[in-house]
């Protein structure tokens, strides 16, 4: 008999096989396909079953199925009930059992079963697979499962799409949750989104040298959203035409993160006792030379006309500190005066090629320090009142860790040196008829700024909302400016009511108001933002008169959305006019505009 063809033989009519189309669709199937009849004889084969049990169709047709395998038919459930008319229920289908290879090798079948009826004689179906090599592959996830989750190292396998196809434990631990919200899921999403984190993906999807690791410091996101600083070591996993299969990275928390949030919690202790200004400055540089370990940092005063007022950098030659006092940051020239100049960051790889660091040169190199970042200091009003500059021994581009460093410490500076400056001198209301949490605008960004360095240094979440109310100025005009000071401070006493006694609230612009609240998640802050839109539909009383008016509410979170007050007022602003665009009176979350 040929292979493919149906041996009808000296079966009756009633158990002659299915018709020969479907015999035909049968032949050309990929898996192993065999017909058995009453008897358990084998009546019908593929090519596919020629191949997987190494034997012709002569050789198959006419014997019993269960030859076939090397498991012996009391051990395979359900194998007695092939060949026999079918109970009320089958049993458990697929099956998987072993057939002995011409190698001597024992081969992994998946074997499934299917009745089929033909003019009341029942036949079966069996479709065969060799499953050898996966359930090898998958023995040996399993013991790469056993082994990676006895590493203390975090590690993620990503697949060419940039989703996560594995996670060992201490992965799920350092994230905060189970492998199943994390498996099938794009990378990206466990990235904050900053410009370092963008950078620092750019370069992972354009290295392509398996052959070396590639090594990266990514803010990813950590138990209750919270920024996570992490040492991020890459290898490609390739085929053999060198296409990539696989991205294996192996994660570290950065130790430094702890020391990072002392250097924060200790210059925000200092500055609320009111510490002299020289020594905040240079124990934000000496903590910071303790986590670089390479190179020194230092800050550069200078005065409203420009001139340097003074130089701090605890790890910096005494001779340089001094050569910058009584100087212009034009005539200085040096990377870390053309910074507060030009009001732009300065970087220089190597000093002794720079023509503006010839005065200094002779005081740097000797010391081995060769290149300098510097970062103009802005206060909130937009003053340039200095640079925090960092000195390193070698060229080499900020790694995304360092930068991170860098601009904390910047806003840290800016935060002491602005709120040194607002205690010296006698500071104008902006705002009249402000109440206890509506205070003027320094010191309401002077309390903002604190809230979230405090969030940072505890790892709590926070929330910033900008809302703008519909309709004022419109209210404004018709009640006159008096009563439209008076409608105000009715607005500011309502938020207060339906806000917790930690929370900030202060008016921005004439008809703009901002929001703070710490320790709050994008649940707690939903439930306070909703109470705030109900509470300001409600109707204000002013000179006998009713008006209702609303507010355009956009809301950002702390440290999805943003590490720093500016990032975080953008985005709300962002949410703030989407709301606005589509007709006020509503609130929107920067995380929902695409």
Known sequence: MEQGQI???SCTPQEQVPPTVLAMVLKYAVDAMLIVDMQGKIRFCNAASERLWEKSATELLGTRFEALWSTPSSQVEGAAEIGRPPASALPDWPLECLRLAADGDDRRLALSCSPVDVCGTTWHLLRARDVTQERRREQERSYLAIATDAEELAIIVIDENGRIDYVNSACTELCGCVDEALLGRSVIRLLMRTDANRNAWRRLREHGDPQQALHEELLIRGRRGRGIWISARLRLIVDRNGRVE??????AELADRGRLRALQSDALEWSLKERPLNEILNLVCWRFD???SNGAASVLL?????SVRAHIGPGLPELYLKAMEGTTVRSSASGCGMAVYRGLPQQVDDIALAPEWAPYRDMLLPFELHGCWALPIVLLDGRIAGAFCFHFPHACAPSAWREHLINVCVDLCAMVIGRDQSRKRVVRPVYRNMTAYACERVELWRRIEQAIVTA????GPLAFVLMDIDGFRHANEQLGHE??????DKIVERLQQQLR?????GRLDEDEFVVVLPDCDAACSNNIVKRLTHALKMPFSIDDKQLLLSASIGVSLYPGDGLDSDTLLKYADKAMYEVKRQGGGSYRFSSLLS
């Open 501 to 505: 006694p930690s929370d900030i609230v």
């Open 483 to 488: 009563a439209g000071n008076r409608l105000l």
């Open 290 to 292: 303790g986590i670089v």
């Open 302 to 306: 200078v005065n409203e006309d420009g």
């Open 246 to 251: 696989r991205w294996v990275v192996r994660l």
């Open 7 to 9: 041996n009808q033989g």
């Open 456 to 459: 940072s240094i505890e790892s």
